[in-house]
């Protein structure tokens, strides 16, 4: 296809050559260039390293041409803008979340001055004009990375760019042909297409090249997955991916389609031209789309669930953003000023204006953005059911500051969602409060986060039914060495755990305590009873009848592992061994 549609262009420029009158030679032109277009990324640009996208492309250009005007000289200055179709969500899987993050703004940007020989062939009104060109493109990279987060701790940077500079240079040649069609003697349009291409490794001190190193990955993580930290490392990320990171560096290189008017001075013999008619100035539209997008102020990420408001007079629109951050589109408005505002969580969006002049703008849509500031980080949790992971409707959640004890509810809604907003720097706790239903208490924590570039904190917290003889480990539940008082820790999940028993008052339980195998039989015997007792005596004070409860310690004789004594095991497998739980001896729903 590329062979035909040469020999078509190179037929049809020898056909225009010949077909010229040799006889009168011209003195040489000048002309000056408009153009606007898109810059189409080529080659290893637009694959999987650099993801950029089609963006656009404005530019001038300055030829001199010789006597005859067929052979010239040119300058060529243009500037062009590819965004990176690279936008991927935070990856989560059991104890930890793969989270890209961009520092920069998520595009390439490029301005190029180049400066080579020119061809023009005429004929009538139409010219084609041939012209290769050299220079120099400066070039503004992205930058963004991923890390690996395993228990709230960042261990390994799984990708990222690194390019010596942001801001490189690079030699850079452009070749292409222009179709240009004469309206006057000193106007035309014309449609042009080039190709754009960086060479070199270098230019100067400056490395011209994209850089990009990333770990590849063998295999996905699953949701499920749990990535096992041994001495502050992750021991298992290489199943994942490769133990060496591979180095990546491209050029960029473009196919540009544009089009624009060319100026054309100093033409020595023209023929009298009849004065065209006067054109009919087309109208101006009186009606246009209008979308209003909603995005976080500090990540750049858009916004779901933000009421949106158009005035326009005496009319308002309200609608809801979806989950791309789009209020509904407003169709066939009529022209006008529409004032807008947006708000969430009882903060307000930024404002923003369309004014009448909005209207005269080419397009059928008119597009604005607003952004919203709300310094808190977003809790999105779901309620599933740990036999089978099933979305849970219509659980109440209760959300608690630690540092404050201050609680809020919330119930989850027919997707098994709820949404809390979290202070910066703080710990909170979360369980289900429901009858007939057990929870754990997770640790939700915001210390360590940066809002400028994480939103989101994800959850899933597992709910099982209660029934007679099923048994609940409590987590968190920790007891100083050699002690068996409550600690303020315990106290909170030891609180929720008497919510529970008033929310079902058929129920009674046995609440164990068990140790791993370090010490002595007999000693942990009695130190467990003793804890198993405590937490007993907790409850009875919070209002629990002593009749609904049995404390029994059973010290190291229900281990979980192998770890028994004079068993070498590491921390991690003997803390497995050390826990409360809770066994229901009797329980009928009522």
């Not at 190179?10 to 153009?35: C, D």
């Not at 963006?55 to 200055?77: E, S």
């Not at 949404?419 to 210390?447: C, H, M, P, W």
Request: aromatic fraction near 10%.
């Amino acid at each position: 296809m590329k062979k035909i549609w040469l020999i078509l262009v190179i037929q049809l420029i020898t056909n225009i050559v010949f077909g010229q009158n040799t006889e009168v030679k011209e003195r040489g032109q000048w002309q000056g260039i408009v153009f606007g277009g898109v810059a189409m990324p080529m080659g290893s640009y637009k694959s999987n390293l650099s993801m950029a996208k089609n963006g656009p492309l404005v530019g001038l250009a300055v030829d001199k041409y010789f006597k005859g005007n067929r052979f010239g000289i040119g300058v060529d200055l243009r500037a062009f803008q590819n965004n990176i179709g690279y936008n991927p969500d935070t990856l989560h899987f059991a104890n930890g979340f793969i989270a890209p993050t961009f520092v920069n703004e998520k595009r390439y940007r490029h301005f190029a001055a180049t400066l080579g020989p020119s061809y023009k062939a005429s004929v009538s009104k139409l010219d084609i004009e041939a012209f290769i060109r050299g220079g120099v493109l400066f070039q503004e990279f992205p930058e963004y990375y991923s890390d690996l987060t395993v228990n709230n701790l960042t261990y390994l940077r799984l990708e990222n760019t690194n390019n010596p500079r942001n801001n490189a240079k690079a030699w850079v040649g452009l070749g292409g042909l222009r179709f240009s069609y004469k309206l006057s003697s000193s106007i035309a349009v014309f449609l042009q297409g080039d190709y754009l291409n960086t060479f070199g490794s270098s230019f100067r001190k400056d490395s011209g090249e994209f850089h990009y190193r990333k770990y590849e990955p063998l295999k996905p993580i699953d949701p499920t997955d749990v990535i096992v930290i041994n001495q502050g490392r992750p021991v298992d990320i290489y199943n994942y991916f490769q133990d060496v990171p591979q180095d990546y560096k491209n050029h960029t290189q473009t196919l540009n389609v544009t089009a624009g008017i060319k100026f054309i001075l100093g033409r020595s013999k023209e023929p009298v031209k009849q004065p065209e008619p006067a054109k009919t100035v087309a109208p101006v539209p009186q009606f246009k789309d209008i979308v209003v997008v909603v995005k976080d102020k500090q990540t750049g990420i858009a916004l779901s669930g933000v009421i949106v408001n158009i005035k326009n007079g005496s009319e308002t629109y309200t609608s809801v953003t979806n989950a791309n951050g789009e209020a509904e589109r407003l169709k066939d408005v009529k022209r006008g000023t529409y004032e807008i505002s947006g708000i969430k969580n009882a903060i307000a969006a930024e404002n923003a204006k369309i004014t009448d002049t909005d209207f005269n703008q080419t397009g059928n849509t008119i597009y604005r953005e607003i952004l919203h500031d709300d310094p808190r980080f977003t809790l999105i949790g779901e309620t599933i059911h740990i036999k089978d992971g099933s979305k849970l409707a219509g659980i109440n959640t209760v959300l608690t500051k630690t540092e404050v004890n201050t609680n809020m509810n919330q119930t989850s809604d027919a997707e098994g969602k709820f949404i809390y907003q979290l202070e910066q720097q703080s710990d909170y706790t979360i369980v289900a409060n429901q009858s007939g239903r057990f929870s754990q208490t997770e640790s939700v924590t915001t210390k360590g986060l940066n809002r400028s570039q994480t939103l989101y904190v994800t959850l899933k917290l597992g709910i099982d039914d209660i029934e007679s003889g099923k048994t609940f480990v409590l987590k968190n539940i920790n007891y100083d060495f050699d002690k068996s008082d409550i600690r303020p820790d315990a106290a909170r999940i030891l609180d929720n755990l008497v919510n529970i028993l008033k929310q079902n008052p058929s129920l009674r339980i046995e609440l164990s305590s068990h140790t791993d195998s370090r010490g002595s039989d007999i000693y942990n015997l009695r130190l467990s009873q003793r804890r198993a007792e405590s937490a007993v005596k907790y409850l009875v004070n919070k209002g629990i009848d002593k009749s609904r409860l049995v404390a029994k310690g059973f010290g190291e004789n229900r281990l979980l592992n192998k770890c028994a004594n004079g068993v070498d095991c590491t921390d991690a497998e003997h803390e497995a061994n050390r826990r409360t739980e809770v066994k229901v001896l009797k329980y009928s729903a009522e």
